[in-house]
């Protein structure tokens, strides 16, 4: 009895102190997590997300929060690994206000590091107790450097917990919708929007939303399963998780949930990121050029876009343009514009050289330019004082520039 009881005890603390190992986590995801930063009007906007497929038309697909990207222009996503990183801009795919989801396609502007790994999303039942871990870029650990942003600011923090319950429910303010969360006790902060909540294989259970301002302990994420219906709905594919790959990683102690109890006080993640100038720095020292000017994706085309009588703005790069980009209601568009009257891919923009085209792609409802129908599959120069009209009810306005 008593032998038996020392290999009992001997067993607990072995699994107790496998229980405090994050490393195998860490090592199977951290290369799929990218910080996103996204132009406003005024300022920037930065947060997280995670590679979870490549697009058919290649590239890769990303998902983060819906309020990460919304009213944004340009957007770029930053991958570390070592001390180098790689540069993509983002095209968002596909929305979810409700479920406060967005789906991006990346393509490459400047490649330091192999290409991110997709990560799989495990749409099972999670126990309440288990293990989860949190990865993303919270505020807080930015402001430990101060002004003089470096490469830190592209290392992921990874944060523990564990489940506390998953329940059905609503974002505040988008009440007309339930979707299944996850309420965790892995930290998070302001920065973290959009990251993922990984079980302890380094599958994809969630991504971080909320977390209660006045309350300790009390972190929401949109459940795998609410993912999966977003990335059904927008037809995108989900990579299914199988069985659990390396030795498991469960967190360190945390602080416990107050589980039962209502949560008075919300705040979104993701907050004002820093200046166009200091991330553009930082990219200089992450790609080791430093001294030298950064070769960074900027905005070249901004597109003022009105439709069912709302307004948003959406910059394109360079590089983007010179491949073309397609606005359209779905396909191979990567301006998404949901109107019934657009055609799936309804117009392409190219740079031709100095000179931008639009080619009407054989539209249902045409394409108007200043006032002239563009006949199908001729292109016609366009400049800075265009008006294109698509379908007849969606207007898009085109500046130079951000």
Not at 53 to 65: D, E, F, K, R
Not at 137 to 156: K, L
Not at 206 to 234: H, K, P
Request: with cysteine; aromatic share 4%.
């Amino acid at each position: 009895m008593l032998r038996f009881l020392g290999a009992l005890f001997g067993f607990l603390c072995a699994a107790s102190a496998a229980a405090q190992d994050f490393t195998t986590v860490a090592r199977l995801t951290d290369a799929s997590v990218g910080r996103i930063f996204v132009d406003l009007p005024r300022g920037m906007k930065t947060g997280a997300g995670v590679v979870f497929g490549q697009s058919a038309g290649g590239g890769l697909l990303y998902l983060t929060n819906y309020h990460v990207v919304e009213d944004g222009g340009g957007i770029a996503v930053f991958f570390k690994k070592g001390e180098a990183i790689s540069i993509y801009s983002g095209t968002v795919l596909a929305v979810s206000q409700e479920k406060d989801l967005a789906a991006l396609r990346l393509t490459p502007e400047e490649i330091g590091t192999p290409p991110p790994p997709p990560l799989a999303i495990d749409t099972r039942r999670l126990e309440k107790g288990e293990a989860v871990v949190a990865i993303g870029y919270p505020g807080a650990a930015d402001a430990t450097m101060g002004r003089d942003m470096n490469i830190a600011a592209f290392e992921t923090t990874l944060t523990g917990g564990s489940v506390s319950r998953v329940l059905m429910g609503s974002w505040p303010g988008r009440q007309q919708a339930e979707l299944e969360l996850v309420q965790h006790t892995a930290p998070i902060s302001p920065g973290n929007s959009g990251g993922p909540l990984l079980d302890q294989c380094g599958r994809v259970i969630g991504v971080n939303t909320m977390f209660a301002s006045d309350v300790a302990g009390i972190y929401l994420a949109s459940s795998a399963r609410a993912i999966a219906e977003f990335l059904a709905e927008a037809r995108l594919p989900v990579q299914k998780a199988s069985g659990c790959g390396g030795k498991p990683a469960a967190p360190p102690p945390a602080a416990t949930a107050e589980a039962e109890g209502g949560v008075p006080l919300w705040m979104i993640l993701g907050g004002t990121g820093a200046s166009l100038a200091l991330i553009l720095g930082a990219m200089a020292v992450a790609a080791g050029r430093r001294g030298s000017e950064p070769t960074a994706p900027r905005v070249a085309l901004t597109l003022t876009i009105t439709a069912g009588g709302s307004r948003r703005r959406r910059g394109i790069g360079r590089a983007s343009l010179q491949r073309g980009v397609i606005i359209g209601r779905g396909g191979a568009a990567e301006v998404v514009i949901d109107s019934p009257r657009l055609s799936r891919e309804h117009l392409r923009l190219t740079l031709d050289g100095r000179r931008l085209m639009a080619t009407d792609l054989g539209s249902t409802n045409g394409t108007v330019v200043d006032g002239k129908p563009l006949p199908p599959n001729q292109p016609r120069q366009v400049g800075e004082a265009t008006v294109l009209v698509l379908g007849g009810e969606v207007e898009i306005r085109l500046r130079a520039g951000s």
